[in-house]
């Protein structure tokens, strides 16, 4: 089955621990990306990547990191997570990334809470 | 800058009533336009898309027109059920692909 696998779907944590959310795709995608889902705020982006080893800032990247060493795995760490990026995140692919019509497949989403 | 902008929710509505959700957008050039549905505890799903200006994307009795003069790409439903209950999402993107802008959403709930 085509899917797009986030992992964990809830996280607790506290204030400066370092963690990963992992991110996994088996439809060969080129085009991989995270946003966060805030209230009143609908989706930004955070950082999105167009094939292995090419990753670039979406709107709100500060406080992240990413990496694509692999076409089918981007992961999203904080190195150092703070209250306000407690946020439910959401990892998306597409195939064709340089195409406008192709749509984005979505992960089931991660709800973080930094305390 | 570029952007969309969604009709503020919640919207409620009995069942078998008529559903618009306004969406406009401003960009420059010609982006692809997509509604995106999220069901409660899951995540986005495409709803519907048009590529270019007077398209009409549709989908499970919904549908939306590309309209360029404008600048909108409202959703419609003429008779929604209990199970349209979710947030809507509308969204465009541009032929490089690599930014994809989202609308801040719209709860929609259906009472039976």
């Known amino acids: 089955e085509a899917q797009v696998t986030q992992n964990p779907r809830y996280l607790i944590t506290v204030t400066g621990k370092k963690l990963t959310v992992t991110c996994s795709q088996n439809m060969n995608h080129e085009y991989m990306s995270w946003y966060r889902q805030d209230p009143g705020l609908g989706l930004r982006q955070i950082y999105y990547?167009?094939?292995?080893?090419?990753?670039d800032k979406g709107d709100v990247p500060e406080g992240y990191k990413v990496s694509r060493k692999e076409k089918r795995n981007f992961p999203l760490i904080l190195e150092s997570p703070s209250p306000n990026q407690t946020s439910l995140y959401f990892c998306?692919?597409?195939?064709?990334?340089?195409?406008?019509?192709?749509?984005?497949?979505f992960g089931s989403g991660t709800q973080l809470s930094v305390l | 800058g570029d952007s969309v902008t969604q009709m503020e929710g919640p919207v409620t509505l009995s069942e078998e009533a008529f559903l618009t959700i306004n969406c406009t957008y401003t960009a420059t050039g010609y982006p692809s336009l997509f509604w995106y549905v999220q069901y409660p505890g899951e995540g986005l799903q495409l709803l519907l898309k048009?590529?270019?200006?007077?398209d009409k994307g549709s989908n499970k009795g919904f549908e939306a027109t590309y309209r360029k003069e404008t600048t909108s790409f409202h959703l419609e439903k003429g008779s929604v059920q209990v199970s349209d209950s979710a947030v809507y999402f509308c969204a465009l993107r541009w032929s490089s692909a690599s930014k994809i802008i989202f609308g801040s959403g719209t709860r929609l709930s259906i009472r039976p």
């Open positions: 048009a590529t270019k200006a007077d």
């Open positions: 998306a692919s597409s195939s064709q990334g340089v195409s406008p019509n192709e749509k984005l497949f």
């Open positions: 990547s167009m094939n292995v080893e090419v990753t």
